[in-house]
């Protein structure tokens, strides 16, 4: 099997397994949102049906920790686009929540439903276990609480595991983000309270789906969309919600609007249309482009910056390799700080006229720093 540094110093080997793995970090420096990865790795092995890409951003505050994704991209550069965007994104986030990781993210391009086999899985598990000191993957799309469990059993660095204590992050992630939306409603109209209210919930999986009955136990009114017809109507018998079409889940009236499926919907293009509030919800990259914030501050929209809101799921993951073993307690007690962060990156934002999501990069650039 490869090492590490025979992956760096060579750039492409066949090992005696099928897996190939490649430093691609050169040519992926090209891409949009690069921004100083450290490396980056492709994994391919055409026998098991892996093209997988690991990224690893920034390990200033210890080793890089981020889920796995397996999706199948329209291209390789968009998945490798997505890789870069992802593991940035968890530099951010682990440093904002206090936690002693850094930022990395893996893609692994394939449909989750036709494509991900034992086999697959097995030569991820190689290509991981070449990285198990610099990267720890856990759950993301396309990838579940079994997929980690099986892949934990074959390399350590995997966690949101059964065995390693922490589960599913999925619910963690879903408390955060009801936290944040009290939050930002509170600040937005100065109360919190989400009974009476109306929230849009754009895709009820894993997380969209915990929120949803969370808001809904809070007696708030939801609208949901969903391109897995099922998981609408189970939400309009489950919670009373009202299902409307992915196109017109963005143009919904509302208090809040939760993106809770994929990146990028926030946008030039979708900004004008929104008749929210407030946008908080799971989605990572929710802005398609950064100064897209400015756009939404101009509309009078309070935006909770994606990466502070949903990472309660991380720090639940990151609870997994705690050297004292998994305490759900300080998990719970991390969380409940997650609408407080956001209450001053609001205040903040206030006072000095920026968008909110450049205050959070300020944020995580000072403590990644060493600021505080
Ligand atoms: P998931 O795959 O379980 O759910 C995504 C849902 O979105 C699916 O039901 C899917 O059918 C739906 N969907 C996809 N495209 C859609 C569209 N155009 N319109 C409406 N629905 C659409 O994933 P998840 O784990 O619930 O994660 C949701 C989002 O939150 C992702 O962006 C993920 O990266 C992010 N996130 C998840 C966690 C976690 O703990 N799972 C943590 C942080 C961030």
């Not at 610099?134 to 099986?150: F, N, P």
């Not at 609408?232 to 919600?241: D, I, R, Y």
């Not at 299902?243 to 994929?262: F, G, M, N």
Request: charged share 20%; aromatic share 4%.
């Amino acid at each position: 099997m490869l090492t590490e540094a025979a992956v760096a110093e060579r750039p492409a080997e066949k090992s005696r397994s099928s897996l190939v793995v490649e430093d691609i970090t050169a040519s992926a420096s090209t891409l949009e949102g690069f921004d100083g990865h450290e490396k980056v790795l492709l994994g391919r092995d055409d026998d098991r049906g892996l093209t997988a890409i690991i990224a690893i951003h920034n390990t200033t505050l210890g080793p890089a920790l981020g889920g796995t994704r397996i999706w199948m991209h329209d291209s390789f550069d968009a998945a490798v686009t997505d890789a870069l965007r992802l593991s940035r994104g968890m530099t951010f986030k682990a440093a904002i929540a206090g936690l002693p990781f850094g930022g990395g993210k893996a893609v692994i391009r394939a449909d989750a439903k036709r494509h991900k086999t034992p086999q697959l899985l097995d030569a991820y598990a190689e290509m991981l276990a070449m990285v198990r000191n610099r990267y720890v993957t856990a759950e993301d799309v396309g990838m579940t609480l079994a997929d980690a469990d099986y892949l934990r059993r074959q390399t350590p660095n995997v966690a949101g595991t059964t065995v390693g204590g922490s589960g599913n992050p999925s619910g963690y992630t879903a408390l955060g983000v009801f936290l944040g939306i009290e939050a930002a409603l509170k600040h937005k109209t100065g109360s919190g309270d989400l009974a009476g209210r109306t929230v849009a919930i754009q895709g009820l999986g894993a997380v969209g789906w915990a929120l949803a009955e969370r808001l809904s136990r809070s007696g708030a009114r939801l609208l949901v969309a969903d391109i897995n017809e099922s998981q609408c109507n189970k939400a309009v018998e489950m919670l009373g919600a009202e299902a409307v079409s992915t196109k017109s889940i963005l143009k919904a009236e509302a208090d809040a609007l939760a993106p809770c499926a994929l990146g990028g919907v926030i946008s030039q293009q979708t900004i004008a249309d929104l008749k929210v509030g407030v946008v908080a919800g799971s989605a990572n990259n929710q802005l398609l482009h950064h100064d897209d914030a400015i756009a939404l501050k101009k509309r009078g929209i309070l935006y909770a910056p994606d990466y502070v809101i949903n990472a309660g799921g991380l720090i639940n993951v990151a609870a997994e390799i705690d050297p004292g073993g998994y305490d759900r307690e300080k998990v719970m007690a991390k969380i409940a700080v997650i609408p407080a962060t956001l209450s001053d990156i609001f205040a903040d934002a206030d006072r000095t006229g920026k968008p909110t999501n450049e205050i959070a990069l300020q944020l995580a650039m000072k403590r990644i720093n060493g600021d505080r």
